[in-house]
């Protein structure tokens, strides 16, 4: 069926540690992957996407792996800081079709 | 330039009034697009819209739900006779096309008592 779901539910990183938020996807058919981030009484801000020919695409302090044959994708957050806490969230979209969004992990980075 | 704006922010309503949120979009953007978040979940698709016409509507949860965008710019998402299992937060995006970027509005938090 369609759907996107997460691992973890609360993910708890040293500031400056690195992150790494997880994503597991069942429907095969995507064209593309998105990760957004949502901060309290905000709506969802874009982070990165990936096309599902690519396995690897990297932002500023940020990278996405895609891997198609466990249908799963991380997100990656180096020397991650305060302001990084968050819901973290993995969709999924179809050229001309709408996004589906996963369960979201929230993020909380310790002093 | 600015960005999604909706109201209001919260709206608190007596189960069975009628709502009506609005959403400004990004001056310029093509599509809209209205989600429902539940507490604790992610954006569920309602309906979008490309320009004026209303394209896909499979994900408004039953007829009380209706949305509108009758000069392709200011969207308003209507639901009458509001349900407890209406509270949520209903959120707006738009972006230049479909394809493109969706940029979100901050949403607006109905409670339905």
């Known amino acids: 069926g369609e759907s996107v779901g997460l691992h973890l539910p609360t993910l708890s990183v040293q500031e400056g540690d690195n992150s790494i938020i997880n994503c597991a996807y069942s429907n095969s058919a995507s064209d593309y992957f998105i990760w957004y981030k949502q901060e309290s009484g905000k709506g969802p801000q874009f982070i990165i996407d990936?096309?599902?020919?690519?396995d690897k695409r990297q932002g500023q302090r940020v990278t996405v792996l895609l891997n198609k044959t466990v249908k799963h994708l991380s997100l990656q957050i180096a020397a991650t800081q305060p302001g990084d806490s968050a819901v973290y969230f993995c969709?999924?979209?179809?050229?001309?079709?709408?996004?589906?969004f996963g369960k979201g992990t929230r993020l909380h980075i310790l002093p | 330039g600015a960005g999604v704006s909706q109201s209001p922010r919260y709206k608190v309503a007596k189960r069975g009034q009628d709502v009506a949120l609005r959403c400004d979009p990004i001056?310029?953007?093509?599509?809209l697009f209205w989600y429902q978040q539940a507490l604790g979940q992610g954006p569920e698709f309602l309906t979008y819209f490309q320009n004026e016409a209303q394209l896909d509507k499979s994900g408004l949860p039953s007829d009380r739900f209706f949305a509108e965008r009758p000069e392709g710019s200011v969207s308003t998402l209507k639901i009458q006779r509001t349900q407890q299992e209406d509270s949520a937060v209903y959120l707006c995006a738009s972006s230049l096309d479909l394809n493109n970027e969706q940029f979100f509005g901050p949403g607006t938090r109905l409670t339905v008592l």
């Open positions: 001056s310029g953007h093509v599509s």
């Open positions: 969709a999924r979209g179809n050229r001309d079709d709408k996004i589906i």
């Open positions: 990936i096309r599902s020919n690519m």
